[in-house]
């Protein structure tokens, strides 16, 4: 077996407007009985994400809040990779009127337009965080906190390179952790800059590409990819 993990994202990815398809878990459930390793990679915060998707156990790690937190869903155990969150900031933007304005434990989330008011907040506090945009949310953490960082932590505890994953994806803030996985593949539906910049465009949307990817990491171990392009020729390094 040459790659031990599948590393995927949840909305957007598994879900289709929040939804797992019983089809999907089925996949990942096969996939997990080959004896690799499922990792969910997130910018939810965990509390949504159990109301979301009850079936948590079926991964051997979670990342969470875009890389701001681990969760162990063996044990329960949840660890914090990063600062908490500011609530000097939430506070600020909550007099400028943001809103939706949702505080995980790390994480602040609202949507666009938001981004400029949140900008302009973080430079009068004089902090060290950073704005993510996903697909029209606008996800707010420490800087240098990214889906890669909380991947890696994971795949740490795991025993398992980077190298020896795959992952898959949808939109602006996986890039990062589809980089640095041994390939990166995209859905159908992902955003066109994700998908010239992954490894491998697959050509079922949402779930039905999951399905599409653990089939081809069942057959073959993504072989042929190798044959076809060689691991990692598609993608800008």
């Known amino acids: 077996m040459r790659f031990h993990v599948l590393a995927t994202d949840y909305d957007g990815t598994i879900a289709?407007?929040?939804?797992?398809?019983?089809?999907?878990?089925?996949?990942l459930e096969r996939l997990s009985a080959s004896g690799r390793k499922l990792v969910l990679v997130t910018g939810r915060q965990l509390?949504?994400?159990?109301?979301?998707?009850?079936?948590?156990d079926l991964f051997d790690r979670v990342v969470a809040e875009n890389g701001a937190l681990l969760y162990r869903p063996g044990t329960r155990e949840e660890r914090l990779l990063t600062e908490p969150a500011d609530e000097g900031l939430a506070e600020?933007?909550?007099?400028?009127?943001v809103s939706p304005l949702s505080v995980g434990r790390s994480i602040m989330a609202t949507s666009e337009p938001n981004d400029r008011?949140?900008?302009?907040?973080?430079?009068?506090l004089g902090l060290e965080l950073e704005i993510i945009l996903n697909k029209g949310a606008v996800m707010v953490?420490?800087?240098?906190?990214?889906?890669?960082?909380?991947?890696?932590?994971a795949l740490l505890e795991l025993g398992i390179s980077a190298h020896d994953?795959?992952?898959?994806?949808?939109?602006?803030?996986?890039?990062?952790?589809?980089?640095?996985?041994?390939?990166?593949?995209?859905?159908?539906n992902a955003l066109p800059a994700l998908k010239d910049r992954c490894d491998l465009v697959l050509q079922g949307d949402h779930g039905a590409g999951v399905?599409?990817?653990?089939?081809?990491?069942?057959a073959d171990d993504l072989a042929s990819l190798d044959t076809l392009t060689g691991a990692g020729a598609g993608r800008a390094r």
């Open 141 to 153: 953490l420490p800087a240098g906190v990214t889906k890669a960082t909380g991947l890696g932590a």
């Open 92 to 97: 600020r933007l909550r007099e400028k009127g």
């Open 16 to 27: 289709q407007d929040g939804i797992v398809a019983p089809s999907t878990v089925t996949s």
């Open 211 to 218: 399905e599409e990817l653990v089939e081809r990491l069942l």
């Open 165 to 188: 994953a795959v992952g898959v994806g949808d939109a602006e803030n996986d890039q990062v952790f589809l980089t640095m996985c041994g390939v990166g593949a995209a859905v159908a």
């Open 47 to 56: 509390p949504d994400l159990r109301d979301a998707f009850s079936q948590l």
């Open 117 to 124: 008011a949140i900008s302009g907040a973080i430079r009068e």
